[in-house]
């Protein structure tokens, strides 16, 4: 039995690691704002802190203009509640040199889990209400303007500059590092070796996170059995198409992600009663979050 904790313990420690990697959502997950007791039920709770209007005047008599503070526990409504279960025969692991169930969930966290997580939460960030939205072809011409829109439009709503998050598409990223204008915004970089070097991990001043068009959609299908595909019918039975995200700047403070629970065991075949097999079972509780008065801190460019 000592061994079966030990590879459970293992398997864990590895598939975090993974996914901390592999999502490029990650740095949403802000678990200081999140009540580490959370709620009972499909529910957690998430701090926020709002004020009641601007600056009044002061009055020599009477002093200063009363204004109020509210910080609050909002209580959120968790919907993905998500599960796999594989069985690996014992034989079929021991035949493999035990590598079959070292790497099964390596791979599934890659291909499947991390890439529906993100899908999803871009699709709530780019849906949610009050988010600014462009829709605009793209192309080596307009990318520099479509992106200085952003930023300015982002900087009128009162958006600090510092913090803010680039996401983009490697069609936006190519475009940027083909255009003049663009290079010349590029932090330069130590060429005295020679060699060329047209790559880039910021863009004014707003790290860059280049994310695969497969997870990057303004609505998704969460299937109940088989991972998520794009939108194809609403429930009015009309044909709405996912439309693709072609890049999203955000103030990640302007939306929240959370795991409630996330959960990974793994069963020896000595303790598996129903077979002769390694038995692996992961589930994930999560779901995200735009706060009402926050949303003008997303920009969300469309296809």
């Known amino acids: 039995m000592a061994n079966t904790i030990a590879l459970a313990t293992k398997y864990a420690k590895i598939l975090d690691e993974i996914y901390d990697i592999g999502a490029l959502t990650a740095i949403l997950e802000r678990s200081s704002l999140v009540d ?3 709620e009972g039920g499909n529910a957690v709770k998430v701090f926020k802190l709002s004020f009641d209007g601007g600056l009044g005047n002061y009055d020599k008599a009477n002093g200063y203009s009363k204004g109020n503070v509210t910080g609050a526990w909002e209580t959120l409504t968790l919907t993905q509640d998500r599960s796999k279960e594989f069985s690996v025969d014992a034989m079929d692991n021991e035949e493999t040199l035990d590598l079959t169930a070292a790497n099964l969930f390596d791979q599934y966290m890659k291909e499947y889990i991390t890439p529906e997580v993100d899908a999803y939460r871009f699709a709530k ?3 949610a209400a009050n988010v ?3 829709n605009a072809a793209i192309n080596a011409n307009s990318v520099v303007s479509l992106v200085n829109t952003a930023e300015a439009t982002l900087t009128d709503n009162g958006v600090p500059k510092e913090g803010r998050i680039f996401f983009m598409t490697t069609t936006v990223y190519n475009l940027l ?22 790559r880039f991990e910021r863009f004014d001043g707003m790290p860059v996170v280049v994310v695969p068009q497969t997870r990057f959609y303004d ?3 969460v299937d109940a059995n088989n991972g998520y595909s794009v939108v194809v019918n609403s429930a009015n039975n009309q044909v ?12 990640p403070k302007a939306a929240i992600a959370v795991k409630k629970h996330v959960k990974l065991r793994v069963f020896s075949p000595e303790e598996n ?13 999560h779901d995200c979050f735009v706060y009402d008065q926050k949303a003008k801190g997303i920009y ?3 296809a």
């Open 36 to 38: 580490p007791t959370f």
């Open 125 to 127: 960030i780019a849906g």
């Open 132 to 134: 600014t939205t462009n």
């Open 177 to 198: 590092k083909e255009s003049a204008t663009a290079k010349n915004r590029f932090v330069d970089k130590d060429n005295s070796n020679g060699a060329i070097d047209s």
């Open 219 to 221: 609505s998704i299908t």
């Open 240 to 251: 709405i198409d996912s439309k693709n995200l072609q890049f999203l700047i955000m103030d």
């Open 273 to 285: 009663q129903a077979l002769d097999a390694y038995k692996i079972q992961y589930r994930i509780y």
């Open 300 to 302: 969300v460019q469309k």
